[in-house]
């Protein structure tokens, strides 16, 4: 099992910057790739950011150019910096972990954390 504690949610002001922070425990051995989803309030849940062991990264086109999704080895560790925010990006932020296939291009998320709120005021 892997186990996902979050950190970094808050309240902040459109314009502002937020870092969430994801550290994974456990079996990490059996992980490639950990990511963000993130979900409001009447809206479907979307893949903020991903990134796998290999480097690669994937960001959906709302946050493309304000987020970046990083990684700390020696502290097995995810980040998610997020610059320029909008109230548009006020949701619960949920780090993931699982699995990148290169065929599909594609990750396969099985573990979670608790999720975390973020708040954008205008």
């Known amino acids: 099992q892997v186990q996902l504690v979050e950190s970094g949610g808050g309240l902040v002001q459109a314009g502002g910057s937020l870092r969430l922070s994801c550290l994974a425990s456990g079996s990490t051995f059996s992980i490639n790739a950990m990511g963000w989803y993130r979900q409001a309030p009447g809206k479907q849940r979307e893949l903020v950011a991903g990134?796998?062991?290999?480097?690669?990264?994937n960001y959906a086109a709302s946050g493309k150019g304000r987020f970046t999704i990083s990684r700390d080895n020696a502290k097995n560790t995810v980040y998610l910096q997020m610059n320029s925010l909008k109230p548009e990006d006020t949701a619960v932020y949920f780090c993931?972990?699982?699995?990148?296939?290169?065929?599909?291009?594609?990750?396969?998320?099985?573990?979670w954390g608790q999720g975390t709120q973020v708040t954008v005021s205008s």
């Open positions: 993931t972990a699982g699995d990148y296939r290169d065929y599909s291009d594609h990750y396969y998320f099985n573990y």
């Open positions: 990134i796998s062991w290999s480097g690669k990264t």
